[in-house]
């Protein structure tokens, strides 16, 4: 199975209030991870990133959490308006098993959904 | 500036045929990845190229191949189709090796 999962596969919340989606990864090498989010009939679309040096990281409406303890990855989202829905996937940056360089290995998503 | 730009949007297959997809890169990024993505499930990497060479690869069979051109463009071709390769393939490009991918919009494959 993959080494990056998510604790929900959906997520309904009210339009304004604060979205939470968590994710939980395996292994204690990645140093780097993303999140992203994918509407429908698109590509991913970067959000945010946090290195493994870090516990938080804050951009705009979005702050993800690490908690390298428990490994597990949080990605906030503040006021969560309508354009906000889609599914978001967490991936983790690991090496490849030639060791040349690193891959982003993804979960497998969850479908935020903002309820008027 | 155009992102990453991917040809064609869809296509449709038939088991045993050959497919070409396409990717031009967002201008000035020199490393392109490929991703297979299965309805309801996140992206799988399937290889990374960066200046020309293969960096990587995933787990996916020999059928499955890719390059990289001169202007940093890339294919990805996959010979003797199975049902199972329909997916959206996804092309992301950064412009080194560990940068942030970003990512087009996808070419939707069907194998009947």
């Known amino acids: 199975g993959e080494s990056v999962g998510l604790h929900l596969p959906t997520l309904s919340v009210q339009e304004g209030d604060n979205s939470i989606i968590n994710c939980a990864y395996s292994n204690s090498a990645s140093d780097y991870f993303i999140w992203y989010k994918q509407e429908s009939g698109k590509g991913p679309q970067f959000i945010i990133d946090i290195r493994s040096n870090m516990d938080k990281r804050q951009g705009q409406r979005v702050t993800v959490l690490l908690n390298k303890t428990v490994k597990h990855l949080s990605l906030q989202i503040a006021a969560t308006q309508p354009g906000d829905s889609a599914v978001y996937f967490c991936?983790?940056?690991?090496?490849?098993?030639?060791?040349?360089?690193?891959?982003?290995?993804f979960g497998s998503g969850t479908q935020l959904t903002v309820l008027p | 500036d155009a992102g990453v730009t991917q040809s064609p949007t869809h296509l449709i297959k038939t088991r045993g045929q050959h497919v070409t997809l396409r990717c031009s890169p967002i201008?000035?990024?020199?490393?392109v990845s490929w991703y297979q993505q299965v309805l309801g499930q996140g992206p799988q990497f399937i290889f990374q190229y960066y200046e020309k060479e293969e960096r990587g690869r995933g787990n996916f069979p020999d059928r499955f191949s890719a390059r990289q051109f001169p202007n940093y463009s890339s294919e990805l071709n996959v010979n003797a189709l199975l049902l199972g390769d329909s997916a959206l393939y996804l092309c992301?490009?950064?412009?080194?090796?560990?940068?942030?991918?970003?990512f087009g919009a996808g070419t939707r494959l069907s194998v009947l």
């Open positions: 201008s000035g990024h020199k490393s």
């Open positions: 992301a490009s950064s412009p080194f090796e560990e940068n942030i991918q970003y």
């Open positions: 991936a983790e940056r690991t090496w490849f098993s030639s060791g040349s360089a690193r891959q982003l290995t």
